[in-house]
Nanobody, 120 residues
């Protein structure tokens, strides 16, 4: 399974961006999806999670501003980011658990990062 993240860019504070993460491969089924971010000189942190049934969870720092969704085909996942703040500047990564074929245990996959820069 390969995850391809896109949608990063540079915006001013208060602006919006929508990140996408597309899963490709064969014979897979995506379970839980996460978005992480890593700011310069900081540890990677989880930003948002969506389970297969659609339950979502957010870091306190982004609650009310970010929304994680998944498409009906369960191959593309989004992070809508509104009212962006300079503190949101980071490289954002998508991460997913996926089942392969009939394997009952999921594997974990990471996409490459997409950079988000928010200027004040």
């Amino acid at each position: 399974v390969q995850l391809q993240a896109s949608g990063g860019g540079s915006v001013q504070a208060g602006g919006s961006l929508k990140l996408s993460c597309t899963a490709s491969g064969s014979g897979f089924s995506i379970n839980t999806v996460n978005w992480y971010r890593q700011a310069p000189a900081k540890q990677r942190e989880r930003v948002a999670t969506i389970t297969r049934p659609g339950t979502t969870n957010y870091a306190d720092s982004v609650k009310g501003r970010f929304t994680i969704t998944r498409d009906n085909a369960d191959t593309t996942f989004y992070l809508q980011m509104n009212n962006l703040e300079p503190e949101d500047t980071a490289v954002y990564y998508c991460n997913a658990d996926a089942f392969l074929g009939r394997d009952p245990y999921p594997n974990n996959y990471w996409g490459q990062g997409t950079e988000v820069t928010v200027s004040s």
